[in-house]
């Protein structure tokens, strides 16, 4: 038998539509994690194709498991002949990813499926810090009529601002068509070199970071964790940031030095913060973040819509027909990148 293993919710929704495939015949089957979790090694074995589901995933962290994802990963682990694994994010820097890509099996990502919802989160984290949206929560809280008329407080024009996005990829630059929107400057950067092109007025590359943060208003992380990025928002970078500059990280909480960022926010470096990553998640309920008044946080939730689930689905479908056609996937990762 070859076995596809998803989640029970995915082969309920989806069994039709990949049993009505005109390849779907024995030996294909469709197994589901409960069924699968206490098989002999033997059904494991049969095990070739994997979607780990959104649903399996939960409220899971790099750092932290639910039971089902905890369970999936363990009959990937055990299930030797898996040579296709679909995520269900668009990073790969989950340590059984890692794994499974080093036993040479094929990881493709949802890229896509949320980029434009990611984009939209950015902005909002922009547009609130902009309005000040973390001293009306506090006055609220407090009970106060604040006065935001003049002075430091008062709200900031965002036409004419310059955002620099750090990652000029399908997420930045749904970002960049957004921020232009609002009569915003978009500076973007990328790994490697590239033409200038709308919704862009400047391009650049990652080695531009450190003279390219010292001219923008705002400075937004969309770009993936690799070798080349981690740590990359440090110290000496948040040094050369304008102080009335605000930063934001949508991409992952490696990309940037906690303790740096704090320090600099808390020493008036840099004006304020949204965060929806963090290098340690769930984020210790320690963290001076929790406390800083020039901080907006959410749970690694960016991406997080009703209808991203069905997206992701699809990308699988589409895979699924490709790997039997032989084609080429789409979102393969490359884990060395």
Not at 70 to 77: G, H, N, Q, S, T
Not at 275 to 284: A, N
Not at 309 to 334: M, Y
């Amino acid at each position: 038998m070859t076995t596809i293993l998803t989640s029970k919710h995915v082969a309920e929704t989806y069994r039709k539509a990949i049993e009505a495939r005109p390849w779907f015949q024995p030996p294909w089957r469709i197994r589901h994690l409960d069924e699968m979790a206490h098989a002999p090694a033997a059904e494991l074995d049969d095990i070739r194709i994997a979607f780990l589901s959104s649903d399996v995933l939960g409220g899971s962290t790099v750092d932290r498991h639910d039971p089902a994802m905890a369970l999936f990963c363990e009959v990937l682990r055990r299930a030797g002949n898996l040579a296709w694994l679909q995520v269900p994010s668009s990073g790969v820097d989950r340590p059984i990813y890692q794994e499974l890509a080093r036993r040479g099996v094929v990881l493709t990502t949802a890229t896509g499926a949320a980029g434009e919802t990611v984009a939209l989160t950015a902005l909002t984290g922009l547009l609130a810090l902009s309005r000040r949206l973390p001293l009306w929560v506090q006055g609220k809280h407090d009970h106060a009529w604040l006065n935001l008329r003049s002075g430091d407080p008062e709200p900031r024009e965002l036409r004419g601002e310059k955002v620099l996005i750090v990652g000029a990829g399908q997420i930045g630059t749904h970002l960049a068509r957004m921020c232009k929107g609002l009569g915003m400057r978009t500076h973007g950067l990328r790994r490697q070199v590239t033409a200038c092109a709308d919704p862009y007025d400047e391009m650049g590359t990652i080695q531009d970071l450190e003279a390219a943060v010292g001219t923008a208003d705002w400075v937004v992380a969309t770009c993936p964790l690799t070798a080349q990025t981690r740590g990359i928002f440090n110290a000496s970078l948040f040094a050369r940031f304008q102080p009335h500059a605000s930063f934001i990280n949508v991409a992952r909480g490696g990309v940037a030095n906690e303790g740096d960022l704090i320090d600099a926010l808390r020493q008036g470096r840099i004006e304020a913060a949204y965060l929806d990553v963090f290098e340690v998640e769930p984020l210790p309920k320690d963290s001076p973040l929790w406390d800083l008044p020039n901080v907006l946080l959410s749970p690694h939730s960016a991406g997080d819509t009703r209808g991203r689930h069905a997206r992701i689905a699809e990308i699988f479908l589409s895979n699924l027909d490709r790997w039997i056609e032989d084609r080429p996937l789409l979102n393969r990762a490359d884990i060395a990148g």
